[in-house]
Structures are given as C-alpha cells and as structure tokens.
C-alpha cells in the first residue's frame, strides 16, 4: 500500500512573515480578499494587522465574520452567500481553527456547489475541485489547520461535530507568524498549546503512522515540550517554538490521522461548548493509559522527546509511566484541569460515547474500542 503525503504549496515562517502575504497575492494575480476571522480577533486588533498591509498596497478585500468558536452548518452557509456577493477571487483566513474551518468549507463549496447542505462534507467527501485559495493566517499555536486536510463544523441541531478530510481543502499559503500569536492570552495558550500536543502523540501512535509521519510527531513532540511553558508566560522563544512545533505536528497527523482522545473530545465541544484543546488535555492521559499495551517502544521515545532522563535503563512499565506522567506535569503546569468534573454531566454519557464511537478519527486509534469502553473513559474522569 502507498502511504499519501500531502503539504502546503508554500509556508512562510517567522516574525514579520505576514508581510508575505501581499507577496503572494500579487504574485498569484488575486483581486479581492475573502477575509474570514473571528468578531474578538477584529475587536482587539489582531484582524487589523493584516488588512493593514493590503490597505497600504491597494489590495481590495471584505470581511466575514460570522464565526463561533466552534464553527456552525450556519457560519459556512452565511459565508457562502457573502462570498458569492463580494466579488472575490481568494479568502484570507485569520484565526484560530474556527476562522480556518470556516474558511476551508467556504472554499470547498464554492468551487464544489453539490455539497452546499454542508452535512454531506463529513467524512472524505467526494469533491472534485479544489477549493477557492486560501492563505491561512493562524493567530494560535495548536490547530495547525493552516497545513492539514482536516476540518470541523458543528452540527448544531444534532449536538454533534463533523470531521471532515479532503486533500482540496489544504490553504495554497500558511503564514505562521509568531507575533500574530502574541497576544493570545495565557489560558488560549495552554490550551491550543496542549491541542498541538494531542495531535503530535496520537499522530505517532495511531494505527496509520510510519516512518516519515514519526519524524514529524517525535521533533513537534519535543519542540512543544520545550516551548509551551514559554509561551504561556509570553516569552518571544515559547511563542516562536510553539508557533513552530504545533505547524510540524500538523505536517504529520494531517496525513496519519488521530484517534479517541480527539474522538471523546469533540461531543465535549458541541455539546458544552468546550474548548478544544482542554477537553483533549483533559482526555490524553487517561486516553494514553489506555491505549499503552498496543503502542510498543513508542512510550519511550514520547518519553525521550519530552526530556525526560534515562529512559533507555527503564523497563517497558517504567517508560510508559514517565511519559504519561510527563504529559500530566506539562498540562498541570500550564493550568489545564485535571478532570471532566466541572464539564460533563452524568446524564450525557450515553450520548457522549456514542458520538465519540462514531466519530472520524476512533478508526485510527492504536487501541481497537468499544462504546461501553469510551464510557468507562469518560466515567474515570468524572
């Protein structure tokens, strides 16, 4: 079987990168923006630095903003019926994964008007085209949406997210840029932060993982571990190898997939409008105890990459240990709670564990599941 690989068309990286992309958009002939980005984003500022820079070189562009922090069936159609109207030939996305998912299924449905329902892009979604262009600006270090093939939309009036996977969605240009990042503030960048750290461990260990993915999830494994304590104190360095680690991790899972820790973590969210990223930090440990008896070494190099010292002398039980403990004193230190007590309520189990059964990215958990299994997980947590 052929293991798939798919990338960016160009990535800029670095303080100042933004500059970049009126580079690309003169280079690439575009007349007029899409700017997809979140109300808060406009309201502090953060948007303004890159519309800026195309009012400065005369590059047309409108603003979308109706985008929820977990995006909906309605903020893709609204984007959709404002895109057609504003006479635009590219999107801008800047944000978080909400502004990016937005934007990606914006994209795909304007070049791909069968799937305007929105529902029908769950899954691999038989697209033809690509998408309309898409620079992807993140102003969080976690999504990675600027790199990857992923994307998710909630449905709302079934309390239930959509992972959808299509290689047309992936923005042509990613402009990390670590000052864009800046001013996220310390629990956002815990939070993300952690998110990049799930995607970085469950990349490596799920059942799709091989040689060139394990590059990328070992190196955003170790990057982040470094990083994330920085960035939550805003230092430059934690913001830049955090900018950095969550896009090589993204490089990775992209292509590999997940598994159940961002399966039990997305009801949360369109249930309870939980962040991403805690319900994941929450989920992981626990998620990685489980999952241990079919991971093999692997615990040992997380371990390793998370800088814990001598692992090569530890037994198979010990390396498994550390590394889980690893993953809980760098979630504890950046402030994300230890448990679902305050989130979950008994009565949605059932609910919960059925969605998590049925979402995309179970499949690829190196640990075969079970719903009455998923539930035990979350109960363990409560």
């Not at 304007?110 to 769950?122: G, K, Y």
Request: aromatic content about 6%.
């Amino acid at each position: 079987m052929a293991n798939r690989f798919v990338l960016n068309e160009t990535s800029y990286h670095g303080a100042g990168a933004i500059k970049e992309i009126v580079t690309e958009a003169k280079a690439r002939g575009f007349k007029k923006a899409f700017v997809c980005s979140d109300p808060d984003l406009i309201k502090f500022g953060v948007t303004t630095k890159v519309t800026s820079l195309l009012d400065e070189n005369g590059l047309a562009y409108e603003i979308y903003s109706n985008i929820k922090a977990n995006p909906t069936i309605s903020n893709v159609q609204t984007g959709v019926a404002a895109f057609k109207a504003s006479g635009a030939d590219y999107i801008i996305a800047i944000g978080g994964g909400s502004s990016m998912d937005t934007a990606k299924a914006i994209g795909i449905i304007i070049t791909n008007p069968e799937f305007e329902d929105v529902v029908s892009l769950e899954g691999v979604a038989p697209t033809k085209n690509k998408c309309v262009p898409i620079i992807a600006v993140p102003t969080t270090a976690g999504t990675a949406a600027e790199v990857t093939i992923n994307y998710v939309i909630t449905d709302e009036s079934k309390n239930r997210k959509m992972v959808c996977v299509d290689v047309h969605d992936i923005p042509v240009v990613a402009v990390v840029d670590p000052e864009m990042m800046a001013s996220m503030p310390k629990g956002l960048t815990a939070a993300t932060g952690m998110d990049a750290l799930t995607h970085a461990i469950e990349g490596y260990i799920t059942k799709g993982a091989w040689e060139l993915s394990d590059m990328f999830h070992l190196k955003a494994i170790e990057i982040i571990s470094k990083s994330l304590r920085g960035a939550v104190a805003n230092t430059p360095e934690g913001r830049e190898g955090m900018a950095l680690g969550q896009y090589v991790a993204g490089m990775g899972f992209s292509n590999v997939g997940l598994g159940i820790v961002h399966s039990m973590a997305h009801p949360l969210g369109a249930l309870y409008d939980t962040p991403h990223g805690v319900a994941n930090a929450i989920i992981l440990p626990t998620v990685m105890e489980y999952n241990a008896p079919e991971t093999g070494e692997k615990y040992r190099e997380i371990a390793r990459a998370m800088g814990v010292e001598g692992v090569d002398a530890m037994t198979q039980e010990e390396y498994r240990k550390a590394a889980v403990d690893a993953v809980k004193k760098l979630s504890a230190d950046v402030g994300i709670p230890a448990d679902l007590k305050e989130i979950v309520k008994r009565e949605d189990l059932d609910f919960l564990s059925e969605s998590a059964f049925a979402d995309a990215c179970r499949p690829g958990n190196p640990k075969d599941t079970s719903v009455a299994e998923i539930k035990a997980l979350y109960e363990s947590l409560l």
